[in-house]
């Protein structure tokens, strides 16, 4: 499947409000192909030459229903530094995915989040947890796996899991305060 900015679905389109299915495991061809597609873009985004000349959008993650998809398929590459500050890339195919443990303790960006799909800005505090533990298929390990993640990569992995239920960051934003600070958060 062709996947550039051209063809990655905007809000406010309805087909981004529609619950995402959990896909049949073994994985079928055409789902393994769908992530392996997801995965190819998110990781050519971030290459400048080649979102240049393929027309792609910097991006850490990227859902199927965001092709018009309606299937819990995500992929995620997120270069960061662990707590050592030492450079680490994470890097997932999921099929069924889902959130099985999150903190108390909450996070945000600073800056705020943006999406593929949301071409204009909602600046403000998308409040998520500063932890989750996230339970899945991975089609890059080809195995059943258990992540924890923290930080930003949690973030991450809450945007693009909140794609399965039609929900966009910008719904997490308090319209009465968008900037609010919550006392002992992670700020990004």
């Keep these: 499947m062709l996947i550039n ?7 406010p389109d309805p ?3 529609q619950k995402s299915l959990p896909v049949p495991l073994p994985l079928s061809e055409e789902d393994r192909a769908l992530l392996r597609d997801l995965y190819t873009y998110v990781k050519e985004s971030t290459d400048e030459e080649k979102a240049k000349e393929k027309n792609l959008r910097p991006a850490v993650g990227i859902s199927a229903i965001q092709v018009g998809v309606p299937k819990q398929l995500t992929a995620i590459v997120v270069n960061t530094l662990d707590k050592n500050q030492q450079p680490v890339c994470y890097e997932y195919m999921l099929a069924n995915p889902r959130i099985i443990s999150s903190s108390l303790q909450k996070a945000y960006l600073e800056d705020g989040e943006g999406c593929l799909s949301v071409v204009e800005e909602h600046p ?3 409040i998520r947890s500063a932890r989750v533990t996230v339970k899945g298929y991975d089609a890059l390990t080809d ?3 258990q992540i924890r993640a923290r930080g ?3 973030i991450v992995f809450q945007h693009e899991l909140d794609h399965f239920t039609g929900t966009l960051f910008y719904d997490r934003i308090d319209p009465k305060d968008p900037e609010k600070t ?3 958060a992670l700020v990004i």
């Design 124 to 126: 403000g505090h998308v």
């Design 5 to 11: 900015n051209d063809t990655i679905i905007k809000d």
């Design 15 to 17: 087909v981004l409000r």
């Design 152 to 154: 930003y990569l949690a």
């Design 182 to 184: 919550i006392e002992g």
């Design 143 to 145: 195995q059943m796996v």
